[in-house]
C-alpha cells in the first residue's frame, strides 16, 4: 500500500519561512520523482516544485528563489523549504509520488501566511 504523508504546515507570517515534509511508503523511494502540488481556495491545483530521482529540481517561477525541494532517500522523505512567504502562498500543498507509471498523492496539509 502506497502511502504519502505530510507534516502539519502551520501558519507564517509575510517573509517567514516554513518546512513541509513528506514521508513515502509503499513504492521505490529512490527512483521516484517527487513532486509539490497546491490548491488555494477557488483555485486549481497548481504544481510548484519537482525533483528527480537524480536530485535534478524545477520550481514554478512565482516561487523560485524562495522555496527549495529536497530529498532524502535514506528516509523515504521529501521537502519543501519556503522561505520569503507572501499571503499568496496560503494554499493546502500536497506531495506527489510517480510509481510504477502511476501517480500517488498525500493528503494535504494547510499553509496560512498573514499579512
Known amino acids: 500500500q502506497v502511502r504519502l504523508v505530510e507534516s502539519v504546515g502551520g501558519l507564517a507570517q509575510a517573509g517567514g519561512s516554513l518546512r513541509l515534509s513528506c514521508a513515502a511508503s509503499?513504492?521505490?523511494?529512490?527512483?521516484?520523482?517527487m513532486c509539490w502540488y497546491r490548491q488555494a481556495p477557488g483555485n486549481q491545483r497548481e504544481w510548484v516544485a519537482s525533483i528527480t530521482s537524480g536530485g535534478s529540481t524545477n520550481y514554478v517561477d512565482a516561487v523560485k528563489g524562495r522555496f527549495t525541494i529536497s530529498r532524502d532517500n535514506s528516509k523515504n522523505t521529501v521537502y519543501l523549504q519556503m522561505n520569503s512567504l507572501k499571503p499568496e502562498d496560503t494554499a493546502v500543498y500536497y506531495c506527489?509520488?510517480?510509481?510504477?507509471?502511476?501517480?500517488?498523492w498525500g493528503q494535504g496539509t494547510q499553509v496560512t501566511v498573514s499579512s
Open positions: 506527489k509520488a510517480e510509481s510504477w507509471g502511476a501517480p500517488f
Open positions: 509503499g513504492i521505490i523511494f529512490s527512483t521516484s520523482p
